[in-house]
């Protein structure tokens, strides 16, 4: 069975220092993604990590994957306000594109 | 495009009524999911769907149905509602390429009384 955890599960942030979310899944997989979701409102696409090693950067965020340790990282780059939010990472398997998706991390970026 | 809708919004339910939750999609998408979430967690899959006529069950299926009849749209089907099925339902599509993400749909939330 597939398993994804996330640390940490919440992330006080000050503006303009650096924090790290940790995402590890317990089986092989194909993809991994990452969400953000905003309170109340759905799930909006970050970035999908295909192979190890894989980066990709977007303004202040920048994921990257590891496949032999099963992991992936969110770098957040000097904390702005606007980045509070939750960040989910998921992983599927190829049959079907299900997700399996983490507890999620709660991010809030104080001034 | 408007992408991935759902119907309705919000919904209240007395234990043991039923209803049906509507998705829709227009990007031609041959996947489609549905989603819980409940209050602190991630989502957990209920459903999918890998092209019309298709359905199969995922993490937690039980007191679930769904339909595919129309590749644009996938249907969630509650008989008999209870109390712990009140969560925050979201389905979503996704094309199935290697690069493709899948896309959400605003949510549904059920309270069931």
């Known amino acids: 069975e597939l398993k994804v955890e996330q640390n940490p599960l919440f992330l006080s942030m000050q503006e303009g220092k650096n924090y790290t979310i940790y995402c590890n899944y317990s089986?092989?997989?194909?993809?991994l993604y990452w969400y953000r979701q905003d309170p109340g409102k759905s799930l909006e696409s970050l970035f999908v990590?295909?192979?190890?090693?894989a980066v990709k950067q977007e303004g202040r965020l920048m994921a990257s994957l590891d496949t032999k340790a099963r992991l992936s990282t969110l770098h957040i780059t000097a904390a702005v306000h606007d980045l509070s939010a939750t960040y989910f990472c998921?992983?599927?398997?190829?049959?079907?594109?299900?997700?399996?998706f983490g507890g999620g991390t709660r991010v809030l970026v104080k001034p | 495009n408007a992408g991935v809708t759902q119907t309705p919004k919000f919904r209240v339910l007395k234990t043991g009524q039923s209803m049906t939750l509507l998705c829709a999609q227009d990007?031609?998408?041959?996947?489609m999911y549905w989603y819980r979430q409940d209050p602190g967690m991630g989502l957990r899959l209920i459903h999918y769907?890998?092209?019309?006529?298709?359905?199969a069950k995922g993490e937690v299926p039980d007191g679930y149905n769904v339909s595919r009849l129309k590749k644009q749209n996938f249907l969630l089907g509650l008989e008999s509602a209870a109390p712990s099925q009140t969560s925050v339902y979201f389905c979503?599509?996704?094309?199935?390429?290697?690069?493709?993400?899948?896309?959400f749909g605003p949510g549904t939330r059920l309270t069931v009384l």
């Open positions: 998921a992983v599927d398997k190829a049959a079907g594109n299900k997700l399996t």
């Open positions: 089986t092989t997989s194909d993809r």
């Open positions: 990590l295909l192979s190890n090693g």
């Open positions: 990007m031609n998408h041959e996947y």
């Open positions: 769907s890998v092209g019309e006529g298709t359905t």
């Open positions: 979503a599509s996704i094309a199935g390429g290697p690069t493709d993400t899948q896309y």
